[in-house]
């Protein structure tokens, strides 16, 4: 079965840099988008950014051009998110997602908070 599972998550001080890594099994991984979500406390959900299979399309939300990079590595089936320069509008539970056949799948999310 599909499996994401999210790390890197923790406690930065505004300014700072994060590295989120998202663990694949279960599906052919080099064949798929891969996609960084985020839902910030009271808000909806939002797509920050995604890789196409070869890793040669990235597309990122406004807010974060220039500051995250998404990359992936298909050899290990990990897809990543280096965060710098984080804001405290940052924080939010980031998740990890791939559409396969039609359906969603979710990783259960890590935690960044930027806080002083």
């Known amino acids: 079965q599909v499996q994401l599972v999210e790390s890197g998550g923790g406690l930065v001080q505004p300014g700072g840099s994060l590295r989120l890594s998202c663990a694949a099994s279960?599906?052919?991984?080099?064949?798929?988008?891969m996609n960084w979500l985020r839902q910030a406390p009271g808000k909806e959900r939002e797509l920050v950014a995604s890789i196409s299979p070869s890793g040669g399309i990235r597309r990122y939300v406004d807010s974060v051009k220039g500051r995250f990079t998404i990359s992936r590595d298909n050899a290990k089936s990990t897809v990543s998110l280096q965060m710098s320069s984080l804001k405290p509008e940052d924080t939010a539970v980031y998740y990890c997602?791939?559409?396969?056949?039609?359906?969603?799948?979710w990783g259960k999310g890590t935690l960044v908070t930027v806080s002083s």
């Open positions: 997602k791939v559409v396969r056949m039609g359906s969603e799948y």
């Open positions: 279960g599906f052919t991984f080099s064949t798929y988008d």
